[in-house]
């Protein structure tokens, strides 16, 4: 298996050793959770101004006494859908929908956060780290472990560029790494 399928694995076995079970994990463009199929995705490309944002917010919302360095922005937005999973029971299909409706037409980052929904898995990941520290810093040294061989590997680096060179050209394609199976 290859760097990326080996980091999504090991996603998928840490979220079934901290209780969550049946969720798969795939990398991508942006973090996202997909609730229809039960799958996170994990954002491999690095968007500054929405970690900015996500960084403030946690800090006026956050964990108290928490500084967010870059990884921990990585390992919050991926707990964030986690935090959807574990909280889509406290919401109806029709809230759900309308909350997708209201995301299209949002570009403040702080308004988007405030939905419901949104909110809901922040909070979650924000009571989660405050109570489970030792896991918390576990799953940020496999961010930063898997991260650092994603990056390392030039066969991954190189569809990651050719992938936002299709995006620069306007086309829309997804961002899935094809790697040999060893």
Known sequence: MGCVKNFNTALEIWLGHNGIANIQVHEGADFCYFYETHKIQWGMIVN?????DFAEYFHEYGVEGMTLDKM???VFSFLHEVGHVMTLSNFTEEEMRLDAIFKDDMH???????LPVELAANVWA???VETHK???Q???NLFATGLRAIYDDKDVM?????WMDDIMDGEDVDLIIDEDDD
């Open 48 to 52: 500054e101004k929405l970690d900015h």
């Open 72 to 74: 921990d922005i990585v």
């Open 108 to 114: 403040d980052s702080f308004e988007y956060w405030d």
């Open 126 to 128: 924000i009571k989660w």
């Open 134 to 136: 030792k896991e918390y």
């Open 138 to 140: 576990v799953l940020y």
């Open 158 to 162: 190189e569809q990651i560029n050719d």
